[in-house]
């Protein structure tokens, strides 16, 4: 079966142009499956029903049930296309509803408060192109020297799929930027190192995406809150929307390609809205 699976995950590459990010989660979601059958002929319905069943005893997060369930329903039908299986056993599989869960956001002044705080020129830069940029941590850590333009006060990234987008930046992350710049080429001579990357850490290893979460999450002990690098992505789509942005111009700043993903903010302003109201009227 495993042989099949790298055949499947060659056609995504080759066929499909699917990001490596993206087989990759596709070839944990299908060697998870594959680790518990004896062979891809003796898979029928009532196995997969097994599997889904126990990933849910697994506990795992809602949208990873759903992400494996749509990984299964591609890998199924390519093989019964490529007549590998006469018939799809997943054909009949309904593909779960997420849940519908307000993401978390932070306010205008603890962003302040955690920006105003004791930071490294590092630390200021990540804080600063997560937040006024609205950058995935996949995003950040993947952004280049050349992806960069001071003088426009622009960032060209890559997100999901591999698809490019400009994105602006203010003042206050240019200033991050500019301040950072001498200390990377610093730590870079130090260690005798070159790359096109732009954040490095002090020891000159690139950063990565937990560097990120560590990072961020002890910056959140200022506030008291335990936050992530998309806790700062969703603060800065609510905070555009809550002062009067376009919703069409927060989807493309974001890189949403579908609307309906964006609207989820104007659900969280509407909250914050009626939080506000209650507590001053509570009396």
């Known amino acids: 079966m495993y042989e099949i699976i790298s055949q499947y995950l060659e056609y995504l590459e080759l066929e499909k142009g699917l990001s490596p990010n993206t087989i990759d989660a596709y070839r944990r979601d299908l060697y998870d499956f594959a680790s518990g059958v004896e062979s ?108 960069i333009d001071l003088s426009s006060k622009y960032i060209r990234c890559f997100g999901k799929g591999s698809k490019e987008r400009i994105v602006p930046f203010g003042t206050k992350a240019l200033e991050a930027v500019k301040k950072y710049l001498p200390f990377r080429d610093l730590t870079l001579k130090k260690h005798n190192l070159s790359s096109k990357r732009l954040l490095v850490l002090e020891n000159g290893r690139l950063i990565n995406r937990q560097d990120v979460y560590n990072l961020i999450h002890e910056r959140g002990k200022i506030i008291h809150k335990n936050i992530s690098p998309h806790t700062l992505r969703h603060s800065f789509a609510t905070h555009l929307l809550e002062n009067g942005a376009d919703l069409r111009v927060v989807q493309e700043l974001l890189g949403h390609s579908d609307v309906s993903t964006t609207q989820l903010y104007t659900h969280i302003s509407k909250k914050r809205l009626k939080d506000v109201y209650f507590s001053i009227n509570k009396d």
């Open 40 to 147: 891809l002929e003796k898979v029928d319905r009532i196995s997969i029903n097994s599997y889904i069943r126990t990933l849910k005893e697994r506990k795992l997060a809602p949208t990873s049930v759903i992400r494996k369930v749509a990984s299964l329903r591609g890998f199924f039908k390519w093989t019964t296309s490529m007549n590998i299986l006469e018939k799809n056993p997943a054909s009949t599989l309904e593909q779960p509803k997420v849940p519908q869960r307000l993401p978390k956001v932070i306010s205008l002044k603890e962003i302040e408060e955690i920006l105003h705080s004791d930071l490294s020129p590092l630390q200021c830069v990540v804080l600063e192109l997560l937040y006024s940029c609205g950058l995935r941590v996949s995003e950040l850590v993947n952004l280049k020297i050349s992806d």
